[in-house]
């Protein structure tokens, strides 16, 4: 995918209705794409879509371990539901293993250096598996999900990775999403009637209050109001020079 190009697909790709942005995001690639779930309403929205137009993505969750039963429940009803699987990706056991003994079960609660240490382990080394070769990863953020997702584009090279993040949803409402769930028959998390916007581990989330970020209720003992778990550190960023280009 060249820059000209790239540049080209996301001017198309905003213009369109969302199954059709996933149809032309299959047809831009030629490579292996990943659609990365943590089965928050977002993602269910778009799992529907690639299940339903029956498209080549692979959709694949990071099980930390450490998720609400919730959360595992849904991941088997939406299997059930659209007679697919979705991947799962656990976390290396020797590297938890080292986890527990440094930090202790919640160790994650004693300093920020700690939750991302955590964090790396549950999360960020296991994507580098679920993205090891593909050409796209496709994510369910959007940009009005929080202060630090607000640059989120719809298009851009990831140098973490190597490979283009492509964010369909960026320019997306809640409410929106929330109303095609309904409308679609989605399978969604009971967790979000109980104020649980953006459900990620179960001792790291927690309902929110009216008023407050979406994204509020995730590691909230941490003051830096720009908290992420490593996975989107860089919302968005700027197409590869010519001699990264694929
Ligand atoms: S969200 Fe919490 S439990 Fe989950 S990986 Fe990060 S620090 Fe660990």
């Not at 938890?96 to 202790?104: A, K, M, N, V």
């Amino acid at each position: 995918m060249t820059e000209a190009r790239a540049n080209d697909l996301a001017l198309a790709l905003a213009g369109l209705p969302l199954a059709a942005r996933l149809r032309r995001i299959r047809q831009a690639f030629e490579g292996k794409l990943v659609f990365t779930t943590s089965l928050g309403l977002e993602d269910q929205v778009l799992t529907h879509l690639i299940f339903r137009e029956g498209l080549d993505i692979e959709v694949a969750t990071l099980d930390t371990g450490r998720l609400f039963p919730e959360t595992y429940a849904l991941w088997a009803d939406t299997e059930m539901h659209y007679g697919r699987r979705i991947r799962g990706f656990a976390p290396d056991r020797i590297a938890i293993e080292r986890l527990l003994d440094d930090q202790g079960i919640n160790g994650f609660r004693l300093s920020p250096e700690a939750r991302k240490a955590c964090c790396h382990v549950r999360k960020v080394e296991p994507l580098r598996r679920v993205l090891a070769g593909a050409e796209g990863w496709l994510t369910g953020l959007r940009a009005s999900q929080s202060t630090q997702r607000q640059g989120t584009g719809v298009l851009g090279f990831e140098p973490e990775f190597g490979l283009w993040k492509i964010n369909p949803l960026f320019d997306q409402t809640r409410e929106t999403l929330a109303d095609l769930a309904g409308r679609w028959s989605v399978p969604v998390n009971p967790l979000h009637a109980e104020g649980y916007l953006s459900i990620g581990c179960q001792p790291c989330t927690r309902a929110i209050q009216p008023g407050e970020d979406e994204r509020a209720g995730r590691w909230w003992w941490e003051a830096d109001a720009r908290r992420e778990c490593g996975l989107h550190l860089a919302a968005a960023s700027p197409a590869p020079d010519e001699s990264r280009r694929a």
